[in-house]
């Protein structure tokens, strides 16, 4: 792992399937990069809001219409998490959650791992880091997620779904409006990739790999060096 990275952690992977912050998962997500600080010149992480913001969002839906204000709610939950994940890093990462572009050129001069969580209403996680591997000059964006990568259809729904081990910008847009529906834009709506995302990555054409966070030993083998690594890279061609 050499030059800038930017690394998204889903938030679903922050929790247990009871909706209680997973411990485990978080040390030994740090523990990785502990054991073997790579050779990044950058780092910067963002964290998604995963179930409990999804949970808030649809208990403010009960009380209004108002659709930027859960996406509010969504990018506080996010820092949030952030804000656990460097209290779990300790000193090994930049003290403060960085929320805005501006905050984050200041927060780079420390050379020290920054994390975040959402920027704007209107915007995923997954948007998010695409635009801080933009300003970074990033020479790839990892998404870890709770699935392998990105499947030709929901697996989640779909037993017979397949695995793509790679895609090109034409094919993950034909699997984003296959699988988008009406809600694309809603807020809260997991998914990997959407459009504005997709907008973002034709644009600045930064390789990105999303694998599963659900077993980390994938991503640690991922972040030693090793190949054969499990998962999804999408490029230009």
């Not at 993950?172 to 529906?181: D, F, K, P, T, V």
């Amino acid at each position: 792992m050499k030059g800038n990275i930017v690394l998204k952690f889903g938030g679903s992977l922050l929790f247990t399937e009871n909706k209680e912050i997973n411990h485990e998962k978080v040390m030994q997500f740090c523990r990785i990069f502990k054991d073997r600080k790579a050779d990044y010149n950058k780092l910067v992480i963002i964290c998604g809001g995963g179930r409990i913001a999804r949970d808030y969002i649809e208990a403010v839906r009960k009380f209004t219409e108002n659709e930027a204000l859960c996406d509010i709610f969504g990018i506080e939950l996010s820092r949030l998490n952030a804000k656990l994940m460097i209290s779990a890093f300790q000193d090994y990462t930049y003290p403060m959650v960085v929320k805005t572009i501006e905050e984050l050129s200041k927060a780079l001069l420390f050379n020290k791992p920054i994390i975040m969580g959402g920027l704007q209403p209107g915007q995923s996680t997954t948007s998010v880091a695409l635009e801080v591997a933009e300003f970074i000059n990033a020479d790839q964006l990892v998404i870890l997620t709770d699935v392998d990568g990105i499947y030709d259809k929901d697996p989640k729904k779909n037993k017979d779904a397949q695995l793509q081990q790679n895609l090109n910008y034409e094919q993950l847009q034909e699997i984003i409006i296959g699988s988008s529906g009406n809600k694309q834009a809603a807020a809260g709506e997991y998914r990997i990739f959407d459009m504005v995302s997709l907008q973002i990555l034709k644009r600045s054409k930064i390789k990105v790999r999303v694998m599963s966070g659900e077993n980390l030993e994938n991503f640690r083998s991922f972040w030693n060096g090793e190949k054969n690594i499990i998962g999804t890279v999408i490029s230009a061609k």
